[in-house]
């Protein structure tokens, strides 16, 4: 059955031999990328060290404009990442936890990366505080905003939950966070490339995300938004020869020298340039097929995907309001990490988490015939 997107299947090659619902975990890689990686080739080939005047820097520049436009940010506020965990570390750095504000609030049901990460900050001074879920699908966002006092300095809070897909309210938790003067950084890895997002109406004060989920675009190709107001006031100490005033001067000695004025102070050291590259397609394509359509789109076939699990007995573990998770749909029953892996062998590619189940993906290039495949694949198990 088709919808309004269903001539972008014939973009992703994968869908030729696989009924491909994983895109919350890595997003078919468009035909097109294949012509732009070449590119990245033929430029070192014929250019050597001047492809850093021409087309590599403005491989950056282009990566930065192209995710300011999916996530309606102004202009200078994106900056390339090889990594969440990375741009993460770039906010970090510029804190200074010994001023009186050193409160982090967590919830438990952050990706695996912010544990680690944020949890080794106590060793610097900071406090970190955890929001427990109730339910194992969302944690409460009234929950969150009680836990902000005076010494909050920065929430590092998943935008979209990687367990459930259910969204969070980061609007309303930035206004609580803003009242008392603290920060919030979202993470929008499961929420950019599938729902609608525009970090100047949530009024965010960092975002961080990547391209290789529902973007498209491959690994190694993740960002910084840092909202236009702070850029010049922090000074990341995580930072490198890219993050200088004028990278390219080589000024000699060893006096520190000056930051950039703008994003690009957060950039460190040489970027990931074959990563944009790769990741160009695949965000060009999300931003011409258009958002609200894209969500419209998913939202529709995960609402699909719900009734046929429904129909089945099955336990849905995402809110069962379509409005109130993202495109991707968590079911679960009895024996369903082994039918995970039996889908697999029939090139039916999903995938099971704890605490979860099998996460569903209908992404802008799936049709209903995708969620039939699977189906009609676990009834036959």
Request: with cysteine; hydrophobic share 40%.
């Amino acid at each position: 059955m088709s919808h309004a997107l269903t001539h972008w299947r014939s973009h992703y090659p994968i869908l030729e031999r696989t009924t491909y619902l994983a895109s919350h975990s890595l997003g078919a890689v468009p035909q097109s990328a294949l012509s732009e990686l070449q590119r990245y080739h033929h430029e070192w080939g014929s250019l050597g060290i001047l492809a850093w005047d021409g087309p590599w820097w403005q491989a950056v520049l282009d990566f930065q404009a192209d995710i300011e436009a999916v996530l309606g940010a102004q202009a200078g506020t994106v900056v390339p990442m090889q990594n969440v965990t990375r741009g993460m570390a770039a906010v970090a750095s510029a804190l200074d936890y010994s001023q009186g504000r050193n409160k982090i609030i967590l919830t438990d049901l952050e990706f695996t990366t912010s544990y680690p990460f944020w949890q080794a900050q106590s060793d610097y001074g900071a406090e970190i505080v955890i929001v427990e879920s109730d339910d194992r699908m969302t944690v409460s966002t009234q929950k969150i905003i009680e836990a902000i006092d005076e010494k909050t300095l920065l929430l590092p809070l998943s935008h979209v939950y990687f367990r459930s897909g259910a969204i969070q309210d980061i609007a309303a938790v930035c206004r609580a966070a803003h009242e008392h003067g603290a920060w919030v950084l979202a993470d929008g890895y499961q929420a950019v490339g599938t729902i609608e997002v525009d970090v100047q109406a949530l009024d965010v004060d960092f975002y961080v995300g990547g391209s290789h989920k529902w973007l498209c675009g491959g690994p190694g190709a993740a960002f910084l938004y840092v909202r236009s107001e702070l850029i010049e006031s922090l000074r990341p100490r995580l930072t490198g020869w890219f993050g200088l005033n004028d990278p390219f001067a080589y000024e000699p000695g060893t006096a520190r020298p000056k930051l950039n004025a703008g994003i690009h102070r957060f950039l460190g050291g040489t970027p990931n340039v074959p990563a944009l590259y790769a990741a160009r397609a695949g965000i060009r394509n999300v931003l011409e097929a258009g958002m609200s359509t894209i969500r419209e789109v998913g939202r529709t076939l995960s609402e699909y995907a719900q009734t046929q699990a429904e129909q089945r007995g099955f336990t849905i573990q995402s809110p069962t309001d379509s409005h109130s998770r993202s495109n991707m749909l968590c079911i679960d029953f009895e024996g369903a990490q082994e039918a995970a892996l039996r889908l697999e062998k029939q090139q039916i590619i999903v995938d099971w988490r704890p605490d979860c189940g099998i996460r569903l993906s209908p992404h802008f290039y799936n049709t209903q015939d995708d969620l039939d495949v699977f189906f009609g694949a676990i009834d036959a198990r």
